[in-house]
């Protein structure tokens, strides 16, 4: 059984989950109006730490996002009493962006996330090492998910699970030049809404397989995560993915013992209305639901765990929590929302997240002793039967398929468009990718090519990667984009590819996989984490084809893709 | 306004990274989006970028585009009665 053990909101609202639940309740919230922040030519409304705050926060050798970290990590720790030098507990980090504001800056205090990871554990006295999952605005509730995998297949007892990211002029400007923005206080499922607001904010759960004797606790019974297999930064308007993961989720649970579920909600037009859907092909049209990104605007990889502990927080006294901005519904499927609290006698609690990338996460908690009894301990299943079909190894000097060498003339990144256009050539978005995505798309699409005949449920093909400096080089790009007013002209289809999920996306629509996509940061190619990852998601999560592998592309001449394709049984 | 058109294709050529293609493989009236060239609604949200950067042409949405977008042709036309620069 996975409980939750302690708990830390870290926001401009509030430094502890109580403090955010008591500010909160009494109705503010810390979406403000921002004329021409921090010298972009944009006006925003976001919600970010003022300049006492982030002095606040600060920690001599560390950067704003690590502070923020550090920060929300040691006041969830406080409430426990747990060893975490015992090597029994692991650090699981939920982040889109990490350090980026570092290099917005040009820092020399940057370092890519999983270093930034594995400082923050050896300053906490940890010595396991970190892992980073980045997958978007999905990251911080499937971190919760490979936590509570990690703890059932025993790899370690404890996972201090922690989703952070800052609001940066990379964000802004990504973001901006998207048109998702609201100028305004985004207004979640509002007929009148108008885009979604950025906000700042860390958020920690310390899961432990062993029961806190003192107190009753929640438990994370079960998740799914999944991809909907529609466009890389717009969600399938029928709620198909969301759906799926909802289905998964609650089987054989009992419905009515829900007391609320907990929406994505960003205030955009297509996630809101896509989530509207899906709750109404659920049957969950007459459950309460809430949306609070009207008060802490879209957190990002913070926001599948704050979002969760702030609503788990509000059942424990009793209360479903409003959705603040909402009035009149603009949304075609029938959700239960209110702007006010409501109440409730029920203790289970449903969260959806979705984001770019074409991943959805739905994770359930409950607080009720019988249904954690009930549901919270799965049987043991047999471990499933892992073959290797095809393998395919990249590096800048040649293409091993099977182990024979493909016939390539150039080297470095001329080799990868050679390749592509005499190996592939059905892609022509290729073209448009970073050095990273390129790479990743053209070792996945020569495994595919090779196993063109294997018949495929869609549903049970996932794809799992490994990784260490993300899409630097695309980061790069986006930040020269940025760098004068006079030539603020950031670009859409850069931006969208500096986060490194987005390649499992298009690798998802190409092939039609629909199951979990995931892309984890390390620190270093550390094959043992690699290793209990990858097992303990083939163990868990049903699928039967999986991409699986190491991809790293720091320089333009520099590369390396590892991947396999496993059929599981 | 051939020459606007002309620089237009080029523009959108490189901004889209529409790779093996030339401005003569663009057909003026042809459509940008669906069966034409087969844009998506990323490449729209360049477009608007491309508007803003050399004609000093600002629109909100891809939805206020959705008119204008429809070919080389209207764009070309959109940009020659609103361009500031």
Known sequence: MTRIIATN????????????????????????????WKGLPLDITAS??????????????????????????????????????????????????????????????????????????????????????????????????????LIRAGVCDHAIVCGADCVTPFTVAGFSCLKVLSPAECRPFDIERLGLNLGEAAATIIFSKEQSPEKECWTLLKG????????ISTPSPTGDGVLRCIRETLAGFPAEALATVNLHGTGSMFNDQMESKAIESAGLS???????????????GASGLLEAILAMRALDEGKVLPTRGFSEAGVSGRVSLSASMRATDKKSLLKLSSGFGGGNCVLLYTKDAALSEAFGNPGESTKPQTVCLHRVRISPDGIMLDGSALDTTDTGAAMLTEAYKKYVGDFPKFYKMDPFSRLTMLACSLLMGTARSTAQDGDRCGILLFNRSGSILQQRRHIESIKSEEGFYPSPAIFIYTLPNIVMGEIAIK????????????????????SSVREATIHTSGLQTLITGWVECDREDDFEADFELLTIS | MDELILELKNRIIEALSLEDLTPEDIDNDA??????????????????????KHYGIKLGSPTEGREIFKSVASIASYVAAHRSK
């Not at chain 1, 799914?224 to 466009?231: I, K």
């Open chain 1, 286 to 300: 007459e459950l309460p639901a809430s949306a609070i990104k009207g008060i802490y605007g879209h957190t990002m």
């Open chain 1, 9 to 36: 909101v870290t926001s401009p609202l509030g430094l502890t989950t109580e403090q955010n639940y008591s500010v909160l309740s009494a109705g503010h919230a810390s979406l403000r109006g921002h004329r021409q």
């Open chain 2, 31 to 52: 459509p940008l989006f669906g069966d034409g060239l087969g844009l998506d609604s990323i490449d729209a949200l360049e477009l608007i970028v491309i508007l803003d």
């Open chain 1, 48 to 149: 970010v730490f003022s300049p006492e705050q982030i002095a606040g926060l600060a920690a001599e050798g560390f950067t704003r996002f690590e502070a923020m970290v550090l920060h929300s990590v040691r006041d969830a720790l406080s409430q426990t009493s747990l060893d975490i030098t015992s090597g029994r507990s692991i650090l699981v980090l939920a982040t889109t962006l990490g350090n980026v504001e570092e290099l917005v800056e040009g820092r020399e205090t940057y370092t890519a996330t999983g270093e930034a990871a594995k400082k923050i554990a050896l300053a906490l006295g940890m010595t396991t090492e970190p892992l980073v999952v980045c997958n978007a605005c999905i990251s911080g509730a499937q971190a919760q998910l490979m936590a509570e995998r």
């Open chain 1, 224 to 231: 799914c995560a999944d991809n909907d297999c529609h466009h």
């Open chain 1, 511 to 530: 092939y039609g996989f629909k199951g979990e996509t995931s892309l984890y940061i390390l620190g270093r190619k550390d094959e043992g984490l690699m």
